[in-house]
């Protein structure tokens, strides 16, 4: 048997049970002068590897629960990616939609008034999630801030670039991705110059990879929102997409009005497009078995997660039987925390590093974790199986940490 210390010192059992779990109420006024409470949870799961590390999500179906289940996961998604970080996850049943930023602001400023206690650079290091992005990380930093009496860069990450946020931060899970992608075609004598490509989502981590995909030769010929999809065989042009979506904040509809030869499929299922490579960049359970099944039959040969778990148990089953290279998010996608670890080493030093060079890191990044992972698989008798590559390259990470740090 392989590590019998794990058995001996219940690393199963410990690793499953979150360090420290953290919930609490958030009472805060609407613009009308009402009083709402909310609940926020902080999960900081495991602290073996560095500071607790995961992003803040704010939405109606946040519970215990589901911040448990993704705090697990990232404990070995952010030890995939080699970087001195922990695993945790926070957030709340609160919804920004259709809230005034003042709302916003002061839900905000409630909830760290709480938090802030639990944090620090050395101890926990949230980010942004769903429902968070940099309207929210600013008012939560600054709150933090103001009842610490400490400007503290390093214990929030996803900041803006005038304050300490780092080049590279939005790009970097669609770059990840698709460097992802490259480093399984290299390892089957292949390339993504060439390929046609699909890619799931017209959001920040959709509008990224298409970019790099584009940058590396690929074609990609459809994208998609929640109401449809659009196919452009001549391949996507995305600073159309880039308008459309982060600055007219349209709908995906508008692409094929802007651009005749373009069709729109409202409701369409964009695994339906024949392609070479796809890239699930949207939600959760996006890709079925049928799905995936589709893909194959149509020449598919590699898959790579920008979102989380994007593909259900069903299709990951047909892409392993099928033999194609399918890259999981655990792996495919670490790139978005693996940099947000690069703005805590630049908080930390006081600097503030290029694009250029923070890209060359992210790249780097993602060729060691896709190298792990082959040869994990490869040791463990799975050849080329990235989901067993990098279940076990983290598994073991955090667990012979655990070991050397004894029974705590």
Known sequence: MKYP???EHKIIQRICEPERQIIFRVPWQDDSGETHINR??????????????????????????????LGFEQVFKNALTGLPI???????DFDPKGRSDAEVMRFCQSLMTEL??????????????????????GYLFGQYKRVTNRYESGVLTGKGLNWGGSRARREATGYGTVFFVQEMLKARSDSLDGKT??????????????EKAMQLGAKVVACSDSGGIVVDKQGIDLDLIKQIK??????ISAYSEEKKDARYIEDGNIWHVPCEVALPCATENELTGNDAKKLVDQGCMAVAEG?????????????????????????ANAGGVATSALEMQQNASRDSWTFEYTEARLEEIMANIHLNCYETAREFGASGNYVVGANITGFLKVSKAMVAMGLI
């Open 246 to 251: 982060e600055v007219e904040r349209r709908r």
């Open 86 to 92: 922990g695993g945790g996850k926070g957030g709340s």
């Open 116 to 137: 802030y206690r639990h944090l620090g650079e050395y101890t926990d290091v949230p980010a942004g999630d769903i429902g968070v992005g940099q309207r929210e990380i």
């Open 40 to 69: 926020a949870f902080r999960v900081e799961f495991n602290s073996a590897l560095g500071p607790y590390k995961g992003g803040m999500r704010f939405h109606p179906s946040v519970y215990l629960g589901i911040i448990k289940f």
């Open 197 to 210: 490509c699909i890619v799931s989502g017209s959001g920040n981590v959709a509008i990224y990879a298409m």
């Open 5 to 7: 210390e794990f058995a």
């Open 307 to 331: 979102a989380n778990m994007p593909t259900t148990p069903e299709g990951i089953r047909v892409f392993q039987d099928a033999g194609i290279a399918y890259g999981p998010g655990k792996a």
